[in-house]
C-alpha cells in the first residue's frame, strides 16, 4: 500500500519505521526537519515500567496552586479557547481513583509493546542515540507523597512491573550524587529495567534509514487540508502540491486536531507545555547522575545522555505558546542545583527548550480509526509526555490495523 505519514516526531517515525518493515510504500510529510517539535527536547526518559497518568486523584487537592501560583510546576492559566475549557473540564472528570488505575494497565499493556519493538528496531538499526539502561529513581520529599508512591507502586506490581521502595541511603548507594541532597528524600521508587534515549537524535537516524530504505520524505512542508472522493481521502494538499495514498496516518502532535477537525472529527487533544535545558557536567565520578532520577515534588526530571545531562520538566496547560519565559528555564537550573549540587557550574549557557506535548485528558493516545472520519485515515496523537515511551508500541498498533503489503 502507499501510506502517508503526517508527522515527521519520534511517534511519526516510529510509524513510516515499522510501516516500511511491512513493505508498505511511505510518505513522510512535515512543516519542519525530523523531530524538531515535541520530540526534539523532551526528558529522554523511556519510562516502561513507571506509567503514572497526569490525571489522579490528588489532581484536586493542588487545583489552587494550579490556577494562582506563579512557581507551580503544574500550571493552568484558563484562556478564551472553548478548546482548552472542553479539554480541562474532561480532565478533572477523569482525575478519579478508577480511570487512573484503569489507564496505568493500558499504558502498561502498550509501553510493553513499544519495549519489544523499540528493542527490535535498535538491533536491527543500531541507532547512535546515547541509548542507556540504567534504570530511574523517582524521590519523594514528603511521608504523604511517598505514600501515593507505594500505591501506584502495588498496583503496578499487580500488573507485572518489578519495582522497590527505597531509602534515602539506599538511593545514594544506586546514584551517588545524590549524596548531596540525601535529607531531602523521604523514600524513592527504583525500577531497574527503565531507559534513556536522546529522541532528537533517533529521530534523526530513523529518517536516515527510511530515506535509505526508500521512503520518501517531504519536510519542511506543511500540510494544508485533504482531498476526498466518495467519503474516502484520497490525497492531502501541501505547499509541495497534493500527496496521494492509499491509506493516511495523522502524527501531527498538537496540530492533529486542526487536521482532524477538516475531517469533521474532535479531538481531545491539547498542549501540554514543558521545557528543558541540556547542559555538560562535571565529568567527575558522583558529581552527577548516570541513573535517570524524577523529582516528584518540583516534576523535573533528569537525564543522562552520553556526556550531557537532559533537565526536563513542568506542565502547563496555557495553549500553543512557544515562547520561553526565563524563569521557567532558572527554575530547571535551581533544580539542577539543589538535587546535584556538586554538577559543576556549567549553567551560565544552557540549551533551553520548551515543546508542546499532545496530552488527551485520560493520558491515552488515539490510535487508529475514529468515528467520523474517513476509513483509510488513522489517527496516533495525544502521547503526552510518553510520547518516546509510547511511539513504537502505539506504531505497532497502527501497522495491524492496516492490510500487510
Known amino acids: 500500500m502507499r501510506i502517508c505519514v503526517l508527522g515527521a516526531g519520534i511517534v511519526g517515525l516510529a510509524t513510516a519505521w515499522q510501516l516500511r518493515q511491512q513493505g508498505h510504500d511511505v510518505t513522510v510529510i512535515d512543516r519542519t526537519q525530523p523531530g524538531c517539535g515535541a520530540s526534539g527536547g523532551n526528558g529522554?526518559?523511556?519510562?516502561?515500567?513507571?506509567?503514572?497518568?497526569?490525571?489522579?486523584?490528588?489532581?484536586?487537592?493542588?487545583?489552587?496552586?494550579?490556577?494562582?501560583?506563579?512557581?507551580?510546576?503544574?500550571?493552568?492559566?484558563?484562556?478564551?479557547?472553548?478548546?482548552?475549557?472542553?479539554?480541562?473540564?474532561?480532565?478533572?472528570?477523569?482525575?478519579?481513583?478508577?480511570?487512573?488505575?484503569?489507564?496505568?494497565?493500558?499504558?502498561?499493556?502498550?509501553?510493553?509493546?513499544?519495549?519489544a519493538a523499540f528493542d527490535a528496531m535498535r538491533a536491527k538499526l543500531r541507532p547512535d542515540c546515547d541509548f542507556s539502561t540504567t534504570g530511574k529513581l523517582v524521590l519523594y520529599d514528603s511521608a504523604d507523597g511517598l505514600a501515593g508512591a507505594r500505591r501506584q507502586l502495588e498496583l503496578q506490581r499487580q500488573l507485572g512491573s518489578q519495582q522497590h521502595l527505597l531509602t534515602a541511603q539506599e538511593c545514594v548507594a544506586i546514584e551517588p550524587a545524590l549524596d548531596g541532597y540525601r535529607r531531602h528524600i523521604a523514600g524513592a521508587v527504583h525500577t531497574p529495567s527503565e531507559?534513556?534515549?536522546?529522541?532528537?537524535?533517533?529521530?534523526?537516524?530513523?529518517?536516515?534509514?527510511?530515506?535509505?530504505?526508500?521512503?520518501?520524505?517531504?519536510l519542511e512542508h506543511e500540510v494544508q487540508g485533504w482531498v476526498q472522493r466518495g467519503g474516502i481521502a484520497v490525497a492531502v494538499r501541501t505547499t509541495a502540491g497534493e500527496v496521494e495514498a492509499d491509506a493516511f496516518v495523522v502524527a501531527l502532535g498538537t496540530a492533529s486536531h486542526a487536521i482532524g477537525r477538516q475531517l469533521g472529527v474532535h479531538l481531545p487533544v491539547y498542549p501540554l507545555k514543558g521545557y528543558s535545558i541540556t547542559v555538560t557536567p562535571d565529568p567527575a565520578p558522583g558529581a552527577a547522575p548516570r541513573v535517570s532520577v524524577t523529582d516528584s515534588a518540583r516534576k523535573v526530571v533528569f537525564a543522562r545522555l552520553g556526556e550531557r545531562l537532559r533537565v526536563a520538566g513542568m506542565a502547563e496547560i496555557v495553549g500553543a505558546d512557544t515562547r520561553i519565559p526565563p524563569e521557567r528555564i532558572r527554575t530547571l537550573v535551581a533544580a539542577t542545583q539543589a538535587v546535584f549540587p556538586q554538577c559543576g557550574p556549567v549553567f551560565d549557557a544552557p540549551e533551553p527548550w520548551t515543546g508542546m506535548r499532545p496530552a488527551t485528558p485520560t493520558g491515552l493516545p488515539i490510535v487508529g480509526r475514529v468515528a467520523r472520519a474517513p476509513a483509510n485515515v488513522l489517527f496516533n496523537t495525544g502521547h503526552g509526555a510518553l510520547g518516546l515511551t509510547l511511539a513504537f508500541g502505539t506504531a505497532g498498533r497502527i501497522a495491524a490495523q492496516l492490510p500487510k503489503a
Do not use: H, M
Open 44 to 115: 529522554a526518559q523511556l519510562s516502561y515500567s513507571y506509567v503514572a497518568p497526569l490525571a489522579d486523584p490528588g489532581i484536586w487537592g493542588q487545583l489552587p496552586k494550579l490556577l494562582l501560583a506563579a512557581d507551580s510546576p503544574l500550571k493552568l492559566r484558563p484562556r478564551l479557547d472553548p478548546l482548552q475549557w472542553q479539554w480541562g473540564l474532561r480532565f478533572l472528570a477523569a482525575c478519579n481513583a478508577g480511570t487512573a488505575r484503569a489507564t496505568t494497565a493500558q499504558l502498561l499493556i502498550l509501553a510493553a509493546e513499544s519495549r
Open 195 to 218: 531507559c534513556a534515549a536522546d529522541c532528537l537524535k533517533l529521530c534523526q537516524a530513523l529518517a536516515r534509514a527510511l530515506a535509505a530504505d526508500g521512503a520518501r520524505l517531504l
